[in-house]
């Protein structure tokens, strides 16, 4: 079994204590461009766009929000009469919390996107027994949004009834609100994929080729 070195406790301290000077500047880092994110300029968007709720009612861009002023959308691999499952966005969608007090407590809403009508949107809850909401959205609001049938997540602002899209990101952009990846990233053998600057003979597999549906396991 390939392994770390083994050291005595005084050095693991001073090999950890050097570490944690470097993840400090990390922190600060996001810090900083958190505080640039925050001041993206925005778009606004057309609110004629019509969504089908889960209770197969029509509803508004601004319903959305659900009285909310911020509104985090992720944009879920699934169009219309798709036979297949993402199992990227399934085991992301697997890794966010269901309850949203705390979320709403900033006056901010999360919600589940996706191309494909709500019966076939039904399957996927039933069979994962996921509670997010999740509306079903047209071409159109994928159009103006710039997105195509990959993944995605965007954010939206509300004022009154004007909405602007003030952030978007993809790939791996979502990488830090995935709880499992985050805890893999402190564990010796990280997430074990090729890309990562591991050790020699450290167990690595092909990026996201280990992922699966979690049934499927």
Request: aromatic share 10%; net charge negative.
């Amino acid at each position: 079994m390939n392994r770390p070195e083994v050291v005595t406790p005084q050095q693991w301290q001073a090999a950890r204590e050097e570490l944690l000077v470097k993840e400090k500047e990390l922190t600060h880092a996001l810090d900083a461009l958190a505080a640039e994110r925050c001041r993206l300029p925005m778009v606004q968007l057309s609110t004629d766009h019509r969504f089908v709720a889960p209770d197969r009612t029509e509803v508004s861009l601004t319903d959305l929000f659900d009285g909310r002023r911020q509104l985090v959308i992720y944009h879920f691999m699934q169009s219309p009469d798709q036979d297949w499952v993402c199992a990227g966005c399934a085991s992301f969608t697997d890794n966010l919390a269901g309850d949203q007090t705390h979320l709403n407590q900033r006056d901010t809403r999360f919600i589940l996107m996706a191309r494909a009508p709500q019966d076939e949107l039904d399957v996927l809850l039933k069979r994962f027994g996921w509670t997010h909401p999740w509306y079903t959205a047209g071409q159109g609001f994928y159009d103006e949004m710039g997105l195509d049938d990959l993944f995605a997540l965007t954010v939206l602002l509300r004022d009154g009834d004007e909405v602007f899209r003030t952030y978007a990101t993809t790939r791996r952009g979502v990488d830090r609100l995935r709880t499992d990846f985050n805890l893999l990233d402190l564990t010796p053998y990280g997430r074990q994929e090729q890309w990562e600057d591991s050790p020699e003979g450290w167990p690595q597999t092909e990026t996201m080729a280990w992922i699966q549906l979690r049934d499927e396991y």
